[in-house]
């Protein structure tokens, strides 16, 4: 019961990084909202600019349709692959955190 607490509070900080992290999804619009208000036109930005910047190399897959799933998936707008991994973070911690709970409560 006792180790059940910090596990929780670790599954609470990553439903919390998640909002945090769909919320810079949304701050990334913004931007673009910014500088289509300043320059006249709408600037896309990819998913792929935010993979090459952490230092993720491209895939390569031999299976043609493989590779085009990775394409089509880097060549997203970065707005909806930030907030999809919030979501996921969020979804996952919540979930994790609600199945600490249960195990650390007594029947």
Known sequence: MANSKPEVLVWDAITV???FIVMSGIGVIGYQGFLWLQNGYWSP???RLAWQWVGGSEPSFTWLGAQKIVDAIL?????GGIICVGVAAFWIGDVMARAARNLSSPP
């Open 45 to 47: 930005l990819e998913f």
């Open 75 to 79: 060549d997203g707008p970065l707005s």
């Open 17 to 19: 990084a998640g909002i």
